[in-house]
């Protein structure tokens, strides 16, 4: 019994951990980075569940560089956009639709629309990627 709970307690301080990293404002000289790693099984059915990953951030008045990625294959899709400041939910996701994956991107803060990018379809063989997407200041 002793052993399962400093188990629990070790997994209870990373989480901590990765929570606490998790709100850090970009400043004008940082790239952010919001990616997860996945496995995909090179066989995409549309009815496959989405592999998603969002963090909340702060973000400085300022045009960025949204870039979304995957590990291995680089840039999939780019914009260059003007955030107001703010707290922001950054969402990003990989789904599968018939024979391809569809990478997204999003991000909303309270009161206004949301803003996305979105990359092309593309067959993935089966494999591990890291896929996501970064904001880096003009």
Do not use: H
């Not at 995409?44 to 291995?72: E, F």
């Not at 996701?93 to 949301?114: E, I, K, P």
């Amino acid at each position: 019994m002793p052993k399962t709970l400093g188990k629990f307690a070790a997994v209870a301080a990373a989480a901590t951990a990765v929570v606490a990293l998790s709100g850090n404002a970009a400043t004008a000289a940082d790239a952010a980075y919001n990616e997860r790693s996945v496995w995909l099984n090179g066989n995409p059915q549309s009815s496959d569940a989405p592999a998603c990953t969002s963090r909340t951030i702060y973000l400085a008045s300022d045009t960025y560089k949204w870039i979304s990625y995957i590990d291995g294959i680089g840039g999939t899709a780019s914009r260059e956009i003007y955030l107001a400041a703010g707290t922001y939910t950054w969402e990003d996701c990989m789904a599968a639709a018939t024979d391809s994956y569809v990478q997204t991107s999003r991000l909303s803060r309270y009161g206004s629309a949301s803003a996305y990018l979105n990359a092309p379809k593309r067959y993935l063989p089966a494999g591990t990627y890291t896929f996501g997407s970064l904001l880096s200041p003009q």
